[in-house]
């Protein structure tokens, strides 16, 4: 992103937010991670005539693939999926690069004549496309950014979300003690405007139009088959050759400072590479963070009273979760 507003060529509003007469229909699909969200819209996509836009900041990397369990060719059944592989490990990418991208794809789907479908489990960017997020000034602080990474690097990133609860709660809730990067950027915003990063997701008011008019679906399991799923989930990406992605990764410069490095099923591994614990313990880390990040999840999108919840041990699975949500939100 460079300051003029525009990333590789895209331009990315300060505020977005428009005033049109008719909202865009567009269908979302969301829910915690190991839920079915691909497959269902992937389903969905093939009954409506559709193209899928992911959701999802770690699957926004190139190279990182199994970690981040992107659709492989297979299980996209030649559907179209758009914003994936944007960017290297090592590269800047923002919420705001996100909607603007975002933004230009679903006009251009729908110049195809085709559905747009966004699925995935990041809620805020979810929220930030279809509430009109607007964006705190891309203008750094270096020295002050310089000075909290070497504190998180000396005192560990929860003494800086402690400090970030205290000014900005809402965003401090939806942050990991390990994304040290966004809490400092969520730090330094508040010390460049004096107002918390919370304040720059306004959402408009209930009697505006905004660009999209969204149809919500949640999917749903018992949290002891999503539990399951998870822990098979990784033993899977492990057969896949998760550890040699991340060794490959490694070895190619990506080191664990870089945000990427810190998602879930790359930072326990790497852990493991730099000997700071067996292997069996980075796969007890993993599934465990994987659960932990499916509560997190479940309790950003249970704050949305417009999600249609769909519990796929009683709907029929994805198949019936995709016929239903085709029959309601297209009737």
């Excluded at 699909?29 to 900041?57: H, M, N, Y």
Aim: glycine share 8%; hydrophobic share 45%; with cysteine.
């Amino acid at each position: 992103m460079n300051r003029r507003g525009t990333w590789r060529g895209i331009a990315v509003p300060r505020a977005a937010r428009y005033n049109i007469a008719m909202p865009i229909p567009l269908l979302v699909i969301v829910g915690p991670t190991g839920s079915g969200k691909t497959e269902t819209a992937v389903l969905a996509a093939r009954a409506l005539g559709g193209e899928i836009l992911t959701a999802d900041s770690m699957q926004v990397y190139c190279g990182m693939d199994i970690g981040t369990a992107k659709p492989t060719a297979a299980e996209q059944q030649g559907i179209p999926h758009h914003l994936i592989d944007l960017i290297a490990p090592d590269e800047e990418f923002s919420v705001a690069a996100y909607v603007a991208l975002a933004d230009r794809l679903i006009d251009e789907i729908r110049a195809r004549g085709k559905v747009p479908i966004l699925t995935g489990g990041t809620g805020f960017y979810i929220s930030a496309l279809i509430d009109r997020w607007t964006f705190p000034p891309q203008a750094a602080d270096t020295a002050l950014r310089e000075a909290l990474r070497q504190e998180a690097d000396q005192a560990g990133g929860a003494v800086l979300l402690a400090r970030l609860r205290e000014i900005d709660p809402i965003t401090a809730a939806r942050l990991h003690v390990h994304d040290v990067k966004r809490i400092i950027r969520a730090l330094e915003v508040h010390q460049l405007t004096g107002q918390p990063l919370s304040a720059f997701q306004h959402k408009p008011a209930g009697d505006a139009p905004g660009r999209y008019a969204p149809m919500l679906y949640g999917l749903t399991i018992p949290r002891e088959t999503l539990y399951a799923r998870l822990a098979l989930r990784v033993q899977q990406q492990l057969d896949a050759g998760l550890l040699e992605e991340i060794r490959g990764l490694y070895a190619a410069g990506y080191g664990p400072e870089l945000s990427a490095m810190k998602g879930i099923t790359y930072r326990q591994l790497v852990g493991y590479l730099r000997d700071e614990y067996n292997f069996d313990t980075a796969v007890e880390l993993m599934v465990r963070d994987n659960r932990r990040y499916a509560k997190r999840q479940y309790t950003w999108f249970n704050a949305d009273p417009r999600i249609r919840w769909l519990d796929l041990s009683v709907c029929g699975g994805t198949e019936g979760a995709a016929r239903e949500i085709v029959a309601s939100a297209f009737p």
